[in-house]
Each structure stands twice: as structure tokens, then as C-alpha cells.
């Protein structure tokens, strides 16, 4: 679960028709049932497209006045799941980033960053593991490499049965802000009813995470540390095939810095929206 917070924190600085004879009434026709799954959805191999974007805002008060930062990044990959063996191997290439917005260092990023490709495994429970590739001195390219890995949704590894529900914790560490972060996150999952989607039936899967991080680190030789925490909504979309068809997540935090040996706090907010878009 990827929420923007260790690319950001660092800055201090979703009718009848009536014949010619009267008949009597006909019953209305019964609603078409929703699909029915044939067992646990799992991710199957083959390849798609998507669209990703994501939009965050930061607000945070400094010597009284008012920061605010915005991000935009926007960006094409190709994915692919190939079986090998028991097990299925993952490849996402990034084909273009038609839009990148950082408050830091951005000229020449996206162009950089286009061609990239990340390969690893993904486990059934829908992590990528051993994931590698991309260039490590490219900012934006450390930034998807750390969210990449939670690239597919999270579903038990037996599969995800309609109308089940599940949680997971899980602690991750992020770098790419400068500052090291460790998030604890509790995420309750909840896989709907099947519903119709063209040929193929879907089932979607509504996820609340709730996380709470922490870190501390230099800037300028000023040592200081941050603490956190915040809530996060996400609905996937899986065919009852195993094909992932996108997601939409909207996310909400808020976080003290804390300049060590000055007693200065520095509040402060952000927001971000996701979407990940199939692309016929």
C-alpha cells in the first residue's frame, strides 16, 4: 500500500404494448442474476495495458504561514504475468509519462523514466516479490519502484471468494522522500458480489487501511523526525477469469515534524487520489 507520504513528509521546509384484444397482464421478467463465480478468483497469466494516475496535495504550517505542494504524475505501463511452473512471473514496462509535477528536481525524469522495466514474481496473495529494474538515480524511477510492488490487489492466497472479507497487516520502510519511514498498516478487505461487466463478470473488492508512521533523519544538519498516521479507501476490479481491470483510492493523512534542539512542530496534511485504468 503506497500512500506518497515518503516522497513528501521530508519537505520542511472513487411498457406493455396493448393489442387490438385485452390479455391478461404478463409477470415482469425476473432480474438477470449476477455471474457466478466458479471458485476463489486468482490471477491468471496474460498481458494488458493500463493508465495510472495519481494527484496529492500537502498542506503544512510553517513560522505561521501556510505550505502548500502539489504532485501530479501520470503514466503509462504494460504488464505482463507469465506461468513458470507453480509460480507466476511478473514484467511491467513503463511506456511513456506524459505528465510528472514535483516540487523538487523534475526536468528530464519522465523522459528517463520511459522504456524502464521492472520484472519479479507475483505471489498469490497478489505481492510482487523480488521485484528489479529501473534506474536507481532516477527520483522518479526509485518512487516506482517502491510503489510497484503493490502494483495488483491484495487477495488471500487461496484466492478471493464473493462476499468473503480478510485483513492483513503489514509494516514497510520508504526511502525515496530522504527520510527513512516505517509504516504499520491494518487493511480490512471485503470482496463483493459478482457483478456484470461486458462479457466478462467482475468481482469487485472494497479495502479500508488504516496506517500510522515514523521516522527520523537529517536535513541542512538539522536532525528531525516525523509521526503519523492516516486512512485510506480503495475499490479493485477483478475478472471472475483472474484479469485485474484497475482500481480507484482516495487517501488522507496527517503528520507532525518535529525539529530536534530547536522545539519547533511543524503540522501538516495531505491528500491523494489514485486510478488505474485498463486500456482496451
Known amino acids: 500500500m503506497r500512500t506518497g507520504l515518503g516522497r513528501r513528509v521530508t519537505c520542511v521546509a472513487v411498457g406493455w404494448v396493448a393489442g387490438a384484444c385485452a390479455a391478461p397482464p404478463k409477470a415482469p ?25 495519481s494527484y496529492l496535495q500537502v498542506q503544512q504550517q510553517v513560522g505561521g504561514q501556510t505550505q502548500q505542494i502539489e504532485e501530479v ?55 510482487i516479490s523480488g521485484l528489479s529494474g529501473g534506474d536507481s538515480t532516477n527520483k522518479l524511477l526509485q518512487q516506482l519502484a517502491e510503489e510497484l510492488p503493490h502494483f495488483y490487489p491484495r487477495i488471500p492466497a487461496i484466492g478471493a471468494e464473493p462476499n468473503a472479507r480478510w485483513t492483513d497487516t503489514t509494516e514497510t520502510s520508504s526511502k525515496t522522500g530522504g527520510l527513512p519511514l516505517t509504516m504499520i498498516a491494518v487493511s480490512h478487505h471485503q470482496a463483493e458480489a459478482p457483478a456484470d461487466s461486458g462479457a466478462e463478470g467482475t468481482l469487485p473488492i472494497r479495502t479500508l487501511t488504516t496506517y500510522s508512521f515514523s521516522g527520523s533523519g ?42 530536534r534542539g530547536l ?10 487520489a489514485d486510478t488505474l485504468s485498463l486500456i482496451p
Do not use: C, K, N, W
Open 218 to 259: 537529517a536535513q541542512g544538519g538539522q536532525v528531525y523526525s516525523v509521526q503519523g498516521e492516516g486512512r485510506r479507501h480503495t475499490v479493485e476490479r477483478l475478472t471472475l477469469g483472474g484479469r485485474f481491470l484497475g482500481m480507484v483510492a482516495a487517501d488522507s493523512s496527517s503528520y507532525t515534524i518535529s525539529l
Open 73 to 127: 504524475l501520470v503514466y503509462f505501463v504494460s504488464a505482463t504475468l507469465a506461468r513458470q511452473g507453480d509460480r507466476l512471473t511478473v514484467s511491467l514496462l513503463v511506456d511513456s509519462v506524459p505528465r510528472y509535477q514535483s516540487d523538487g528536481p523534475a526536468a528530464g525524469l519522465a523522459e528517463r523514466a520511459r522504456g524502464a522495466r521492472f520484472t519479479g514474481e507475483l505471489a498469490p496473495s497478489g505481492e
Open 263 to 272: 522545539d519547533v512542530s511543524i503540522p501538516g496534511r495531505q491528500t491523494r
Open 29 to 53: 421478467l425476473s432480474p438477470t442474476p449476477s455471474p457466478v463465480a466458479a471458485g476463489p478468483v486468482t490471477f491468471a497469466p496474460g498481458a494488458a495495458r493500463y493508465r495510472r494516475a
